[in-house]
């Protein structure tokens, strides 16, 4: 089978079947990561879902955006990336291997990101795969743009109506990532990720999944951690996400788009101000 179009779907509970596009980002099969991957691709199936895998560094993935990415733009005029990026998207001119990942995230009914925290962050790779992926027209750019409508983003977009889900391992201990923490809070450091990258063409974000200490573990800390992992599978498509609020739902001011005075939960400042807990209680 090709492992980086890994399409199947059992003949099982072909009622309940989900999509579910898995992207990987780890240089090495035989790695943590790579083990993960597999564990949940093999569990999804189990399940009766359909699964693609998106296996970056096998696909050879080119990360750069850059002139290459637009074939039919006139080379001798300067390269303006959202430009182009509009062009490309509209005329469906843009490589296939893009238009490939974006036919991809049609189909998916959830996406799952899994990769190891490098440098408190995702793997070059995968952020390549985001910028060259999330068009304008696709990721961006969407519905109407004015001072009473700043597109269709945060919670609303092209893949509104589907779930995704950070799978990330790290080598720090989970205390180095609490809220009093050397690295900073994870849910801060992931921020960027779920509301930046993942909410804001639409998602539903689920809380992520964190593997701490990672860097040594023996088969029974491989065996516990790949079963709480699976065990998260099984909520993909119950489980409350977290609760972003959306930008057009009322809650920001407008055209500055600052959320309202009083909106906030006591105390809360910074990222914390753009998470509405019952409204991730009513989506559950
Ligand atoms: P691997 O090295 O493949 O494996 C880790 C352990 O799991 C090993 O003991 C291995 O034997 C075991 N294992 C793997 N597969 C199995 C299996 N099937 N069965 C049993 N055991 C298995 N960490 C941070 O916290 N913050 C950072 O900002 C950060 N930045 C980094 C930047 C870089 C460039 C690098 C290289 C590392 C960084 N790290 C950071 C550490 C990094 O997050 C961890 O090394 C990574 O998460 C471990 O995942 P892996 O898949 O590479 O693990």
Redesign the pocket.
Known sequence: MNPTNEASQSAATATAAKRVLIVYA?P?PE???G?LKDAMREHLLASGHEVQVSDLYAMKWKAEVDADDFPQRDRAAKLIVPSDSRRAFDSDALTEDVRLEQDKLRWADALILQF?????SMPAILKGWFDRVYANGFAYGVGEHSDRHWGDRYGEGKLAGKRALVSV????WQEHYSPRGINGPIDDMLFPINHGVLHYPGFEVLPSFVAYR????D?AQ?AALRERLVERLDGLWTDAPIGYRRQNAGDYELPALTLRPGLERQGAQGFALHVDDAAARLAS
């Open positions: 780890h090495e790695s943590l990561n083990s190891p925290l490098w440098w408190f391992t790290a080598g720090g990672t860097g040594r573990l088969a491989f």
